[in-house]
């Protein structure tokens, strides 16, 4: 029966249905020199998330046949992963781009709130027994314009959320379905410059490459109004829960520190985990630890995924993702 | 011209339109002891938030027809001021419910988010370069029931956003309107145990009085279910943002060091400024120092109504709240 690595853990649920299966299961984490020496050819499918660093080095040491034919990536992105050497070696590789939409959508949604009312700052002082009521007050998100850098699955549940809470949404996205932005009322422009000009609010909901890289800057943060449309000075605000490194985080850190940018709330870095970065000198960015994905349903989702896709693999059945 | 007292701030746009009324506007907050010696009698009106505090003994030195004739709360609990008194002394008391309602639904849904995804605890570990991915796994709202205690307008806002996040509403209410409830796809409780029998998350949104002292304790946060209808295990929440004494602190402090009470979100609470309090030795707490209403929107809209209430009041209309 096929031996599969999973890498980066994965539901016990999902585990105990690929053992169910017969399926040779083995949790275990290599290290980067373990994956170099060849331990790749010992298994036929490896399960990772995002730790786990398939590169071309790691990949040229699988030997076509013998060792993995398929990758399994328990998540959405995977540029911890070379696709070009998994494919010379002819290694399917899978994702489960849809199972954690909804888990990313309200930590984007929390985020934002946790922005504009200073919610981890009021509780990092609670805990300080300092009563900043006073220097705390906040902003409302409706009357506001949303601005959304991409428009897929996740940008557009983000919009349902912030059309209830009373936003108007805007976005760019060069590969975008024109229905499906009517559908959700979202002004469509035509370049990114101009989704800025237009929008107090800018969340991130595109996939990290060349276009992409330092996408949010020092430069469009200033294009980006100071005011909403309902009047009120809202300043300017910006949320990533998708990948680091299309903010640039220097340039963030200096619109924060001189007051252009109101406030940055981030999910995801430049360099992960974070360390000793200056943004957390600063009272108005806000962070969490790269868990947009992290939550109990979305690791069940993504578990029952997997199953299905080595499934599928292992009985000939070509695979969706 | 009425020389009006500013007690405890309001908007500088708000006080411009009452100069430009040729209101004489004094802003100045007096401690308790100089309300007590009687200073209430050189105004014809006293705006105040909630710092200022009205009871029965101070207004008992108002001189009727020489004293303050009128008292503006900007906000909406009146907790701070004895209306009785007010009443015996023919003070008309006005406050402005409907100008912060935005502001308490978007803080609410911002405290339901960071307590199921750790916002604040990942920004405070962040912050001391701990980088807690694996120990922060959340839950999504998303196929939960959220129990709404009272159903007025902020939970009625509460419940259109709930529902884009894709949670089932519930409520309880003695004097809830059954088409509003059934409008908003609501589910009436006729008490509050089966409320809390039927919901693992919580918020509340009543006001303060003898029955609802203390209606959310330790008895009744054991009853809460701790699956979803969607059957993931996601635990108990509960937040409030209305008014401190809702909650028995006590009880919930033993059902959060427990392990009962998965988190626990309040904006207010019994004694305020919080201080010293054991909840912030909790990592599953979090809070905020009474924020609700306090966004520059809110603050502006209840300008606006407080010089509208004061201008009716002054040319003998009858106020409406």
Redesign the interface.
Known sequence: MPRILISDGMSDEAIRKLRELEYEVIEKHYSQDELLSGVLNNYDAIIVRSATKLNGQVLSTVEEGKGIKFIGRAGVGVDNINIEEATKKKIVVCNTPQSST??V???T???L??S?????T??????K?I???KE????????KNLGLVGFGRIAQGVS??A????MNIHCYDPFIDESIANENNCTIHANVNDLFKNCTHISVHCSLNKDTYHLVNQERINMMPEYGF?G???GRHIVNCARGGIIDEEGAFIALNNGDLMSLALDVYEN?????SRL?ELENF??????GA???????RIGQEIVTLLKDFFSDKRPPN
């Open positions: 909804q888990s959508v309200e930590l949604i929390g985020h709130i946790s504009t009312r200073h919610i981890a009021g509780d990092r002082k609670l805990r027994n009563w900043a009521k705390l007050r906040g902003t409302e998100l409706s009357g349902k959320v059309s209830a809470l009373g309902d009120s000075k809202c992960e985990p974070l360390y000793k957390i806000h962070g969490s630890p790269h868990i992290s939550t109990v349903e979305a690791q069940n």
